[in-house]
């Protein structure tokens, strides 16, 4: 058993909030850097950029997971993660024909880049990825689970885009049995405050920008049988243990 620190919430440029600097390579080189070993590229309503993302990680040993972070009909953030690339895209479509379609504004929100594995542009996201989409936040583990992922709201603690500042309580209605808290000195207050004893709480960085990436020590980790080392082994035994709380 080793322990892999992990971060299963980070932003590439394709993102409008997300930096040109957060390139799949440059995030897969920080995530080494860092002592990351699995980390999870989480683009706001897309998956696009992970193809070039899963490339990059393999070149640094770092183990990659093909996630998003869904925007629900009530403008709220959920992290999606998948077993494969394949099936992330998958939901990506899924959530692509459930899209509200606004036009970006680059001068305002900023470009919404496509990469490939070595940074150069292949592509634009025309319409803008922030908003909300018409997925309901108890649809999106159902629809999620279609492709073999997990969901689960995305910074609790937080006011923007938070369940509990959009809802005033946690969603237990909807049978979420993980949730991300952004800061982990809030992690006692809000379990005894919302009730989370039965919530299995995961922390993240959120990153949009490479200094926001966090050292392997400030983030969580998890204790993983990865001998022999194989990638999608390694993901199939985390995806075990996240659904097994």
Known sequence: MSRRYYDFHVHSCLSPCGDADNTPNNLAGMAFLNGVRIMALTDHNSSRN????FVAARRYGVVPIAGMELTTSEDIHAVC?????????????EVDSRRIRIRNREDIFGEQL???????VIGREEDLLINATTISLDEAPLI?????GICY?????????????????????????????????????????????????LFSSDAHY???LRD??????????????????????LFDDLRSH
Not at 50 to 53: D, G, H, K, V
Not at 114 to 120: G, K, Q, S, V
Request: a negative charge; glycine letters at 6%; one cysteine or more.
């Open 50 to 53: 992970c193809p070039a993302f």
């Open 81 to 93: 993660l998948f077993e494969t690339l394949e099936e992330a895209l998958l939901f990506n479509d």
């Open 144 to 148: 999620a689970a279609k492709y073999r």
């Open 114 to 120: 496509i990469l490939d594995d070595m940074d150069n």
């Open 153 to 201: 709201p995305a910074h609790i603690d937080r006011p923007a885009n938070g369940a509990i500042e959009i809802l005033g309580d946690f969603p237990h209605y909807a049978g979420f049995h993980l949730a991300e808290l952004h800061d982990r000195e809030n992690k006692d207050e809000y379990v005894r405050k919302y009730g989370l004893e039965g919530i299995r709480l």
């Open 210 to 212: 490479l200094n926001q």
């Open 216 to 237: 392997g020590d400030e983030n969580d980790w998890i204790e993983i049988d990865d001998d022999p080392f194989n990638e999608e082994l390694i993901r199939k035994r």
